[in-house]
């Protein structure tokens, strides 16, 4: 069984930034499409970014093109999603996640396999 626990949240003032970590155990992390999704008080969760299983390729929501970055290491069996100019909307609770598809970089939830308990991320106005 795959467990995912992520790090790194906290309270930034709005254009600040942060890096959050997600830590795999428990299967074969550099097969694995890893994603970040978060949920926002009385909201859906929705897609942040993923990147492939190489590492190679990533996809982002466009509200966050630009300012996030999506990574992953192999050797160390964590992900990485770097944000920057963050925003007072973007407020929400951050979960990592992992999928066994390869093929594709999937952007929805139902196509992800592990969640992590997620990390509450704050910018204050």
């Known amino acids: 069984q795959v467990q995912l626990v992520e790090s790194g949240g906290g309270l930034v003032q709005a254009g600040g930034s942060l890096r959050l970590s997600c830590a795999a155990s428990?299967?074969?992390?550099?097969?694995?499409?890893m994603g970040w999704f978060r949920q926002a008080p009385g909201k859906e969760r929705e897609f942040v970014a993923a990147?492939?299983?190489?590492?190679?390729?990533?996809n982002y929501a466009d509200s966050v093109k630009g300012r996030f970055t999506i990574s992953k290491d192999n050797a160390k069996n964590t992900a990485y999603l770097q944000m920057n100019s963050l925003k007072p909307e973007e407020t929400a609770v951050y979960y990592c996640?992992?999928?066994?598809?390869?093929?594709?970089?999937?952007?929805?939830?139902?196509?992800?396999?592990?969640w992590g308990q997620g990390t509450q991320v704050t910018a204050s106005p």
């Open positions: 996640t992992a999928s066994e598809l390869i093929t594709t970089i999937p952007i929805r939830r139902w196509e992800y396999d592990y």
């Open positions: 990147i492939n299983w190489s590492g190679e390729n990533a």
């Open positions: 428990g299967g074969t992390f550099s097969s694995y499409t």
